[in-house]
């Protein structure tokens, strides 16, 4: 690969995008920048109904998120005269014909061939109509689609994950590029912006191998350089099952708002279904080297966006207090106890949502958790608690004379009054905790 590597992220604005789309966005902009190559964004909105510019707008702010910078915009909706042009070319070629079957015909025919054990492929029935049966279709139904006529010969290419690839061209309808209303659809249009934007490589999902196949004709009809293309596999959930409609859940903008880390979702998604192993890693650099595509297989990829949690954890303990320092002040915490407070929960937390709560225990107090048979020696340890600010020797030296008025010890000394303080059995050091506390509710 060299600088003249030219990748693109081809989403279309339809709606949120979620994990899988940032599998490929990822894989794009990873090959370009270890190439020193250029990496293209490019709205697919050719479909003017569905494309939405709030979708558009979540796009970038997604990529921004997570450090994804694109070198340029692309738009479909801009280049539209390209597309008729190119259109034009294939008509001239005689590569492109109309025709008017209506999807209930076309239903029809399907089922017919399935029937007979046939595979459904369009059987070509416009070809055979003259320009008078042409004149009267489009008179009776309005202007039909114009299909591609595939070359029904072998199409085969070097796919980077998946090896060799063959396709029939016999085995699959011409497919349609321009639909009965004159909307260009993504195939015809991904083509041209392929080729006239001297794209090199394509990663997208394995939905897209039948594509590739009649793209890569559409390209050498149009005089094209061929890209080189690579599948990745599709997600599934952690039991292997589908993903695709749990999809809509997995939105990254759905993440960022859960709190993880951008960090945390590209080393998972950088790495995961290939042979290398899943580390936090911190800065794109890293990612970026140790990139490569050749490692990654052709089995479906399981994701448990569970693995986010504590890959997000990890990340925020690297933080230093100047990293975090504004979403601290924002929950109220004074400035003189800010470092402490980050030094006691900073791996008490999976996400930088768990500061609010443990701010809200420091100040309004945990609800105390009590075991029965610890009750009345809680009651002995309260009293002994000291009145006013707490302080970095107040856990020694109140635990001490509990320890003395009570005989408790160990485990059994210090786990109830954790319990009772914070209201868990786990946490962080109670000694470097107690000067937060601001009111203990168990000495109620
Ligand atoms: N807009 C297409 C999609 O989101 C792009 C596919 C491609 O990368 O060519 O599926």
Known sequence: ??????????????????????????????????????????????????????????????????????????????????????????????????????????????????????????????????????????????????????????????????????????????????RGDGQILYTLASVVDDTEMGVTHVVRGSDHVTNTGTQIQIMQALGGTVPQFAHHSLLTGPQGEALSKRLGTLALKDLREAGIAPQALLSLMSRLGSSDPVELRTDMQTLIDGFDISRFGSAPTKFDAEDLKPLTAHYLQTLDLEDVAEDIRALGVPDDQAARFWSVTRENITTLHDLEGWWKMFTQGAEPVIDDEDREFIAQAMALLPEGAFTDETW???????????????????????????????????????PLLQVVKARR
């Open 1 to 178: 690969m060299s600088d003249n590597t030219i990748t693109r992220f081809a989403p279309s604005p339809t709606g949120w995008i979620h994990v899988g789309n940032l599998r490929t966005a990822l894989m794009n902009y990873l090959i370009a920048r270890k190439a020193g190559g250029t990496f293209i964004l490019r709205i697919d909105d050719t479909d003017p109904n569905r494309s939405k510019e709030e979708y558009v707008d979540g796009i970038k702010r997604d990529l921004d998120w997570l450090g994804l910078h694109w070198d340029r915009v692309e738009r479909q909706s801009l280049r539209l005269e390209k597309y008729e042009e190119a259109a034009q070319k294939l008509r001239e070629m005689d590569r492109f014909y109309e025709a008017f079957e209506t999807p209930t015909e076309l239903d029809l025919k399907r089922k017919k061939q399935l029937n007979m054990g046939k595979p459904p492929v369009y059987d070509r029935a416009a070809l055979k109509l003259d320009a008078a049966e042409r004149d009267a279709l489009r008179a009776e139904r309005g202007p039909g689609v114009w299909r591609f006529k595939l070359l029904q010969e072998r199409i085969v290419w070097d796919d980077g994950i998946l090896g060799d690839v063959s396709i029939d061209g016999a085995s699959v309808s011409d497919p349609v590029l321009i």
């Open 396 to 434: 020694s030296t109140w635990t001490a004379q509990v320890k003395e008025q009570t005989g408790r010890k160990g485990k059994s000394l210090f786990m109830p009054l954790r319990k009772a303080l914070t209201g868990q059995a786990h946490g962080p050091e109670m000694a470097t905790l107690m």
